[in-house]
């Protein structure tokens, strides 16, 4: 069988029985007793009062007390001998560790991590090997062994003192396996600077750890998470868990079922819940008892605090965890820069409480969502069009022509977004997308036709002009199919059109403006950059206007 290190030696862990713990039965600085004797009074004294209200304490079932005094707190190890010899069939069990909410003792404060910077190399905290030594050899001399470690934080946060403490606490811990206690502050949601230091970056076990004081915490959505992760929650309320609360609770205002009533084909819960003269008030809720461990019976406002307050009409969670959304529109901007920038602006003036989290979601996040795929999709797209092109011409010159007509055709859409006052939006992306489809398609036509007339022996000049007088109808109706489709989902304000209408705006102004370059900027170039040596068709096929 386990045993466990007691005050008076090694016992089974089978005979702990009913167990208290609380880092303020044994707290005494002795270098006050020392120097200020007369705020301490006769020690003899003082032991006879500590061993009389111990008795009495095993008098009611309490076998053993889980006592975290440790340095800082001022830990006699003598004293807490001398008493447990006195109370045999009360076993203490003893903690070694540092306690402290921001800076360390200040012997520590010269000595390891601290001379790290001087030292030019990490030096070892000297805390360890301390703690390491209460627990494998004895605390001072005495040879009383501590069983436990012990460290604290509270509502100041993860402070540099505290910080260094609990890592000592954790390779003292990983060291020699011995169980760890923190005292927390759970209004101040502590026990997640804990997860965080203890866990995440130093490796130990949760379930190793036990969260002192949860018990003063009425947040039962972060006591939950902490309970999740695996930390056991020590809840200083008679050894009584949350769950025990809750579902008492439930059971005498709200009813749980108990069983099932079958009427036929029928089922019916069968809820009981007490009479309402004792759940008519918050009086009558506070006095409802509930069994604690020890066979005594608790009442609510004993463990509790009760009270009437407003609150939200219905929480939401998400990810094991409450979450309340705040919404807002964007008007008259567009929503990435207007979003970043509340992002700026809250990131700077905003500090969230410890444990809180801010997240920007909705269309925000799509729209990025969105532009993360665009990003990927446009380049291949392109990559695709010129593929296609030069198995078409057998020429790279050819199809970069009708790449840079495609290069031209978002400029009707930018104009047209910047006419119509429209912000760029996903589905202005798409219709970009569309516009370089129909761009290409014109680019090929063109081209296309002016290689055969000059397959057919035009000059250059010639075939280009003549290409784009004979080209304008086709092109013309190509264009105005689609502009003329597009025009009122463009002008629409109705229910729904923020969502088509830049698609359509895009469209339309880049095909009227694309119809102008097509006809006069793409057989310029076309000029420009012809030569003897291009490749032309095979075969001169008749061209027909």
């Known amino acids: 069988m386990a045993t466990v290190e007691t005050v008076l030696g090694p016992v089974d862990t089978a005979d702990l029985g009913p167990t208290y713990m609380h880092e303020h039965v044994f707290v005494l600085n002795p270098d006050v007793q020392q120097n200020y004797p007369a705020e301490w009074g006769s020690e003899d004294d003082r032991v006879a009062d500590a061993v009389t209200k111990l008795k009495a304490l095993a008098a009611q079932g309490i076998r053993s007390i889980a006592d975290p005094t440790v340095v ?122 804990v997860k965080t230091l203890l866990c995440d970056e130093e490796g130990v076990d949760p379930t190793r750890v036990v969260l002192g004081h949860s018990g003063d915490s009425g947040d039962v959505d972060h006591l939950s998470a902490l309970a999740d992760q695996g930390f056991i929650l020590g809840m200083d309320r008679f050894g009584i868990n949350v769950s025990d609360i809750q579902d008492a609770i439930q059971t005498a205002v709200g009813g749980n079922p108990v ?137 790279f010159k050819w199809g970069a022509l009708v790449l840079l007509n495609l290069g031209m055709a978002p400029l009707g859409g930018l104009l047209a977004l910047w006419i119509t006052g429209t912000h760029f939006s996903v589905s202005s992306g798409v219709g970009f997308l569309a516009l370089f489809g129909v761009a290409v398609q014109t680019g090929v036509i063109m081209v296309e036709y002016i290689n055969q007339l000059r397959a057919r022996g035009q000059n250059v000049h010639d075939a280009a ?8 109808r086709p092109i013309l109706m190509t264009m105005l199919v689609a502009t003329l489709g597009l025009l009122p989902a463009a002008t629409s304000h109705g229910i729904g059109s923020d969502s088509q209408r830049p698609f359509a705006i895009v469209i339309v102004g880049g095909l009227l403006t694309g119809l102008c370059l097509s006809l006069v900027l793409l057989p310029t170039f076309y000029t420009w950059v012809a030569g003897p040596n291009d490749v032309l068709p095979e075969e001169a096929e008749e061209a027909t206007e």
Request: glycine fraction near 8%.
């Open 72 to 193: 800082g707190l001022g830990r006699y190890i003598p004293r807490i001998k001398r008493i447990a010899e006195q109370v045999p069939e009360l076993n203490i069990v003893a903690a070694t560790g540092c306690y402290t909410y921001d800076q360390i003792p200040f012997f520590f404060y010269y000595r390891g991590p601290a001379l790290s910077a001087a030292a030019g190399f990490d030096v070892p905290d000297p805390m360890v090997d301390m703690f390491v030594t209460d627990i494998t050899e004895g605390i001072g001399g005495t040879g009383v062994k501590a069983a436990f470690l012990k460290c604290a934080i509270d509502h100041q946060g993860m402070t540099d003192g505290v910080a260094r403490v609990m890592r000592a606490v954790a390779r003292a811990h990983r060291q020699t396996g011995a169980p760890i206690t923190v005292h927390t502050h759970p209004g101040s949601r502590t026990g997640l600077a």
């Open 259 to 395: 069983s099932q009533l079958l009427i036929g084909e029928q089922r019916f819960d069968m809820v009981p819940r007490y009479q309402e003269q004792f759940r008519r008030s918050v009086e009558d809720i506070a006095n409802i008892r509930i069994l604690a461990p020890s066979g005594e019976r608790v009442s609510l406002r004993e463990v509790t605090d009760i009270k009437v307050e407003d609150g939200a009409s219905m929480i939401n969670r998400e990810g094991n965890q409450r979450y309340i959304a705040l919404k807002y529109s964007v008007r008259g901007r567009d929503l990435g820069s207007t979003v970043e920038e509340a992002m700026l602006k809250v990131n700077r003036e905003v500090k969230l409480p410890q444990g809180y989290t801010l997240d920007w979601a909705g269309e925000y996040e799509s729209q990025k969502r969105a532009n993360r795929r665009l990003s990927i999709v446009i380049p291949i797209t392109l990559l695709v069009i010129t593929l296609v092109l030069y198995s078409m011409f057998h020429s």
């Open 465 to 472: 002009m003549h290409g784009a007088m004979r080209r304008l």
